[in-house]
């Protein structure tokens, strides 16, 4: 049976790609402290849309049980903001963000983080978009991801670190790869979402 959707491109395909350009430590805050995240959110509140993605320090036995996420990214066309959990006000103001009504967060394979976020932070994360859903409803049968959905979209190779992906998340000090791994993660979700014409 014919198709009407481009098929999605396999490792090999995207390897060829140019990269996607991605955001830079100068459009990236590292929140942490209640001042940080204040700022965050009175920055956030100008955007209706935001790409989101959480971390969580990975766990390398099968009986261990993730108490995670231990960061939440956030980001708009602009700039991203990653913040950090290890303070009660800087968690209750990320609950707040997550379960704000009217705010689209857009971001890909969120089932686990959404599990993760209502048993850390107390709250059901309000409007989240799972992008995979729309590539699906579009008629894309596989998971589509990140690297998919920029291939697809923008004809780009969206570079992610296999070194970042498995580092430890909950270190109170994130190294500048972690950083530029978790905002461009949220960042490239926030593209992905106003390139489908959602925004």
Known sequence: MHS????????????????????????????????????ACEELAA??????DTESKPTFRKDEQSDGPHIVQLATLDKAWVFQLHDATCRAMVAELLALRG??????????????????????PADVLELNTVFRQQ???????????VAVLFNRRFIKSKKAT????ANPRLTEAQLMYAANDAWAAIRVFHALGLG
Do not use: C
């Open 4 to 39: 009407s959707t481009p098929p999605i491109p396999g490792k090999e395909q995207i390897a060829l790609l140019d990269p996607f350009e991605r955001l830079g430590l100068d459009r990236i805050a590292l929140i942490h402290s209640p001042a940080q995240a204040e700022k």
């Open 47 to 52: 955007s209706a849309h935001w790409g989101f």
């Open 103 to 124: 705010v689209t967060k857009a971001g890909f394979g969120l089932g686990d983080d959404r599990k993760r976020i209502t048993s850390k932070l107390g709250v059901e």
């Open 139 to 149: 008629g894309y049968r596989k998971e589509m991801g990140v690297k998919g959905a």
């Open 166 to 169: 498995t580092s430890n998340w």
